[in-house]
Nanobody, 125 residues
């Protein structure tokens, strides 16, 4: 199975940018569809973005479209989330996840098999 470790979180002012990374070990990243999810205090974990095995297809939650970009470097076994124009409502713990499904890109949490431990992103107003 694959192990996932997120990094790159931190404190940033509204309007700023952060890039999250998710390093995979144990299995090659290229065999998985990958996704990012987030969980704000007192809320359920929610879908943020997903990317196909090749990186050729992506999907985003509506509130992050045009601001966040998901990408992957299979040679480096690493997934990324570039976050621009950050807002206080983006404050959450961000998780990367790996999915073994085929077909349409998964946006549901239950379709992901492996999860990282999360990295905190805090956006101040």
């Amino acid at each position: 199975q694959v192990q996932l470790v997120e990094s790159g979180g931190g404190l940033v002012q509204a309007g700023g940018s952060l890039r999250l990374s998710c390093a995979a070990s144990g299995r090659t990243l290229s065999i998985y569809v990958m996704g990012w999810f987030r969980q704000a205090p007192g809320k359920e974990r929610e879908f943020v973005a997903t990317i196909s095995r090749s990186g050729g297809s992506t999907d985003y939650e509506d509130s992050v479209k045009g601001r966040f970009t998901i990408s992957r470097d299979n040679a480096k076994n690493t997934l990324y989330l570039q976050m621009n124009s950050l807002k206080p409502e983006d404050t959450a713990v961000y998780y990367c996840a790996a999915s073994q499904v085929f077909g349409s890109l998964p946006v549901q949490e239950r379709r992901y098999n492996y999860w990282g431990q999360g990295t905190q992103v805090t956006v101040s107003s």
